[in-house]
């Protein structure tokens, strides 16, 4: 079992920048693959961000490419998503989600089995 506690969200003005944390609990972090998703009012979940267990190999939606970037301490058990060039669209509650695979990395949502309970990101124009 793996609790996840995400914090770093605020209120920024467009074009600037934002570090989110996920600090999870137990002491196998580096064998979790770990995601960043967001969901912004009337709107589904989407994905933003995955990194892999070692953190080796990482995956961003379209939209935060080349704008976020998702990395991982396994020696802090947290993992991070620093978001430059921030956008009003941007705004929107941020989860992190993880699953017990090393190797795994998903746009899904469904594939992740644990999750935070989410920050809040606003960005004003």
């Known amino acids: 079992q793996v609790q996840l506690v995400e914090s770093g969200g605020g209120l920024v003005q467009a074009g600037g920048s934002l570090r989110l944390s996920c600090a999870a609990s137990?002491?196998?972090?580096?064998?979790?693959?770990m995601g960043w998703f967001r969901q912004a009012p009337g709107k589904e979940r989407e994905f933003v961000a995955s990194?892999?267990?070692?953190?080796?190999?990482?995956l961003y939606s379209d939209p935060v490419k080349g704008r976020f970037t998702i990395s991982r301490d396994s020696a802090k058990n947290t993992v991070y998503l620093q978001m430059n060039s921030l956008k009003p669209e941007d705004t929107a509650v941020y989860y992190c989600?993880?699953?017990?695979?090393?190797?795994?990395?998903?746009?899904?949502?469904?594939?992740?089995?644990?999750w935070g309970q989410g920050t809040q990101v606003t960005v004003s124009s």
């Open positions: 137990g002491r196998t972090f580096s064998r979790y693959a």
């Open positions: 990194i892999t267990g070692g953190g080796g190999t990482t």
């Open positions: 989600a993880g699953r017990g695979s090393s190797y795994y990395i998903s746009r899904d949502a469904g594939g992740y089995d644990y």
